[in-house]
């Protein structure tokens, strides 16, 4: 705990003279100087702008012979200047992840050549670019935050059955978003049946970028994309960079909203994760914001 005094314009601490700052009492000096106009404090301030500076005034003291006044700088005891800029500019948040697996070169040519060059020949054949992902949820990963005094943990009652189910998810820029819920594990099966259900949401082609799961690469999946080059090409992101891939915030948004629940059985958790992305479905210009992260400004204007 310090004490922060404030800084002048030019960062540098100063004072009033000592003869000022601290007279005698009934010495003349003491009446000028509290009567001086406070300094000036700017009306808007930068949050890079660590200075501040802070008014003088008046602070009443008994001596030996009555009653005096001197001047002293208003004071923060509360926090130092290293803390107060802490909360000032920075915020306390949970870090995001990065493998250290991922290949820098790789995701580099992925956003600067790869995609760019996807993006336009998609546009020269009329077809539609999709970001997709699988998400699972369970009932003992869903852990929310609450307020509580302090020493003193909330308590939950939740579930103490083990369950979860798996969800697919397809979105792009120009607005449409679409899922299945899945009620058998995820495999090449599954995703060749997927495949199929969104090619009759879309009459134009589909150029579909996943991640590499291995029921994406599976060979059943090759040998049906590859019967169907008219209508759909599967593009696989680089290697761990589930970053670069904007359908990854929808399932970030997914989970909390389940947070939220008390989720007793798989029906309603399953209940749940489609009301979820029926409203999804009624604000496109929400998970457009997934296109502008960051990392995902890149795929900005695919589609």
Known sequence: MGIDRGLDSDG??????????????GHAAATRNTQSAPIPIPAERSPADARRTFPWRQVEHDTAGG????????????????????????????????????????????????????????????????????????????????WGRKGQTPVLARTGNRFGLSAMSTISTRGDLHFKVLKDKFNAEVFIALLDRLLGQFEE??????????AHRAKKVREWVAERPD??????????????????????????????????????????????????????????GYFQAPHTKYTHAAG
């Open 231 to 288: 209508r759909i090409e599967l593009h696989f992101l680089p290697a761990h960079a589930p970053h670069l891939n904007p359908d990854e915030l929808v399932n970030a948004d997914l989970k909390p909203t389940l947070a939220d629940q008390v989720i007793t059985d798989r029906a309603q958790m399953e209940r749940l994760v489609r009301v979820f992305f029926h409203r999804a479905q009624k604000l496109p210009a929400r998970f457009l």
């Open 67 to 146: 009653r005096g006044e001197y001047v002293l700088p208003r004071a923060h005891i509360n926090q130092t200047r290293c803390s107060t800029n802490k909360f000032r500019i920075n915020s306390f948040q949970r870090p995001d992840k990065r493998a250290i697996e991922a290949d820098p070169e790789a995701m580099c040519e992925w956003v600067e050549d790869t995609c760019p060059a996807l993006r336009e020949r998609a546009r020269s054949e009329g077809a539609v670019v999709l970001f997709g992902d699988q998400v699972g949820v369970r009932s003992d990963q869903l852990s929310g935050r609450t």
């Open 12 to 25: 540098s601490h100063e004072a009033p003279p000592r003869s000022q700052a601290w007279p005698l009492p």
């Open 205 to 214: 082609k589909i150029h579909l970028i996943v991640d590499g799961h291995s």
